[in-house]
């Protein structure tokens, strides 16, 4: 990441956070306080760990080299005392996301994070380049950059957990079946559906939802019967073609208008800064791909759309 991402949180490691709430800070995220924000001893800004709190973070004082030092406040308490309660529950929605081009894949994943979804599930389809899965994006420290971009942006500390699959037939078949949740609706976005994702009748719907975005060129045939044998249900993502990273934004943005609000979120929000979670390290949250073996051939008779 550079300097010049926009940052509405100040993420932090858990790691990074000291007993007593303070935090010594430098490289892009100090150059941000300094230069962008022009922060003084004494000024308040808002910052977070990953996979825990909000806080207020008071610059106590700026070193030589451009470091910065910070104190954390958990609505009014220190971090050691903050720091044992229950984090917030992820966001309702994952994604299943046919891999993407490398670039392409790290804008998706802010975007994600920046939206709020628990998992990113990645999964190379026939229309998947081999070669994809051999990219340095998927390495957990870039996948995690990019996720964390997102996080900044949106001012949140839920930081989605990546899993790859680099097939596709024993990922449906075998994983899908463990990952999933009861009551868990599964939507497979297929330009060809007949149904509109308004349809589905997802406001009432309290459980959560794992949506699945294709690669560009859309599913093969074989893919969508695989799917829709797991439990997916296809809905028309629209009459336009849109790029995978605009795909991604269009749904999310109405599965968070459709989707009823979930329980506690009106009280969540008004605590949003001073509510507390246990830190979850940032290791482990984002894991490295799978090795790689190519994809089962398509069945008899199928064809590319």
Not at 204 to 233: D, K, M, S
Request: proline share 12%; glycine share 10%.
């Amino acid at each position: 990441m550079d300097g010049t991402t926009e940052m509405n949180l100040i993420l932090l490691r858990p790691e990074e956070v000291a007993p007593d709430g303070t935090v010594a800070l430098g490289g892009r995220r100090a150059r941000h306080i300094l230069e962008v924000l022009r922060a003084a001893p004494g000024r308040v800004l808002r910052a977070g760990v990953l996979g825990g709190p909000q806080a207020r973070a008071i610059v106590t004082g700026l070193e030589p080299g451009g470091r910065v030092r910070l104190r954390l406040e958990f609505d009014g308490e220190p971090f050691a005392a903050a720091a044992p309660r229950l984090p917030e529950p992820p966001p309702p929605v994952d994604l299943l996301l046919a891999v993407p081009r490398p670039r392409v894949l790290e804008r998706v994943l802010a975007e994600a994070a920046a939206f709020g979804v628990g998992r990113v599930w990645l999964v190379r389809t026939w229309r998947v380049e081999r070669s994809y899965l051999a990219s340095r994006v998927l390495a957990p420290e870039r996948l995690q950059a990019a996720l964390v971009r997102g996080l900044e942006q949106a001012g949140t500390t839920a930081l989605p957990q990546v899993r790859v699959f680099p097939r596709f037939r024993p990922f449906v078949e075998d994983e899908l079946p463990r990952l999933c949740e009861p009551g868990m609706r599964l939507l497979l976005a297929e330009p060809r559906a007949p149904r509109q994702l308004r349809e589905l009748g997802l406001e009432r719907h309290t459980g959560r939802v794992l949506l699945a975005v294709g690669p560009e060129g859309g599913w093969l045939p074989w893919e969508i019967a695989c799917l829709e044998q797991a439990g997916f249900e296809p809905f028309a993502s629209g009459r336009r073609v849109l790029r995978v990273e605009s795909a991604v934004v269009a749904l999310l943005a109405q599965l968070a208008v459709l989707l009823p609000p979930p329980p506690g979120a009106a009280a969540g929000a008004a605590e949003a800064r001073g509510r507390s979670a246990r830190p979850a390290g940032a290791e482990g949250l984002v894991s490295a791909p799978e090795p790689l073996s190519p994809p089962p051939p398509p069945a008899a008779g199928g064809s590319a759309r």
